[in-house]
């Protein structure tokens, strides 16, 4: 079938008016008119019959009608697509936990920014499981996770560690003790990540090493928030388990403070690289390469 043809059909139709259609398409009404017959007379039947109201659809004309409207729907929705697709090519996405994209990460956007003025930038921030997930599904091409991928998405997925950082428990500076004995832990008030975060499951299992059930703890709210969590910090003597890097500043200007755990030499669980990753057969674009290379080459670990 005759695409440009059928296209005619579908403007006379929907426009009621062989005039009307032959200015939007920029074609001659005899031209249009010869367009139609070649089209009905492939189909083998009548389209459209002529009125004093115009034109009107025969009962074929309107399953035609139908279909061609679908068909130029989609049309439209290519382009669109193509148009789209153009767009991206000067966006660089990216998909980061939580606890580094609201902080290192955005120090590091703004560095790398100065180097590509023109680059647009989208990033968002999930929770590790999260960003693994939108990796894999092809929404994002590239991620930053807390920790290492699981052992099934290891088989997919790529990942190359770039910065080193550690989970403390931290409190007011008002609070008397610098350091504590772990079983005082489920005597302070916490505030702690929700339970789907890698914080959170990193923190349970280091308590768990220690002899302590978390839910034996005295914990006030979750929330999956560390702008929440500290603020809560900053206004009480409710204490946290959060990443280092999240609070350097607040420790800096002795807002914050880290509280010691005597009498536990294991902290190994609470320890851990931020990883950058994507997918095992896809190949980086120019932009997606250079920020991972820019953040290989300029992060420093505390």
Do not use: W
């Not at 296209?7 to 008016?17: E, L, R, V």
């Not at 139908?66 to 929705?77: Q, R, V, W």
């Not at 550690?166 to 609070?175: A, F, K």
Request: proline share 1%.
């Amino acid at each position: 079938m005759n695409l440009d043809y059928l296209k005619s059909f579908y403007y006379i139709a929907q426009c009621n008016s062989i005039s009307k259609a032959s200015e939007i398409l920029h074609v001659t009404q005899p031209g249009l008119s010869m367009q139609l017959k070649s089209l009905e007379s492939e189909l083998g039947f009548s389209l459209l019959s002529r009125s004093n109201k115009g034109v009107l659809l025969t009962s074929e004309g309107e399953v035609v009608y139908d279909y061609a409207k679908s068909i130029f729907a989609l049309e439209e929705n290519m382009y669109n697509s193509i148009n789209s697709l153009e767009q991206k090519k000067n966006t660089l996405f990216i998909a980061s936990c939580k606890t580094y994209g609201s902080y290192q990460l955005a120090f590091n956007i703004c560095n790398f920014k100065d180097i590509h003025s023109g680059l647009d930038i989208c990033m968002d921030t999930f929770n590790t499981s999260e960003v693994i997930d939108k990796i894999l599904n092809h929404d994002y091409n590239i991620g930053i996770i807390k920790g290492n991928c699981s052992t099934e998405a290891k088989e997919m997925i790529e990942e190359t560690s770039f910065f080193d950082d550690e989970i403390v428990l931290c409190i007011n500076p008002s609070y008397s003790k610098d350091e504590i004995k772990i079983k005082e832990v489920k005597r302070i008030p916490l505030i702690m990540r929700d339970t789907d975060s890698g914080t959170y499951k990193m923190v349970k299992k280091f308590l768990n090493n220690s002899g302590i059930d978390i839910c034996d703890l005295d914990i006030l709210i979750r929330s999956n928030c560390t702008e929440i969590i500290k603020s809560s910090i900053l206004k009480s003597c409710c204490a946290s388990f959060v990443a280092k890097s999240c609070i350097q500043k607040e420790l800096d200007n002795n807002l914050i403070k880290i509280i010691k755990i005597s009498d536990v030499e294991n902290f190994d669980s609470l320890h851990f690289s931020y990883h950058l990753i994507n997918r095992k057969q896809y190949k980086l674009n120019e932009y997606e390469q250079s920020f991972y290379d820019f953040l290989l080459k300029n992060t420093k670990s505390l």
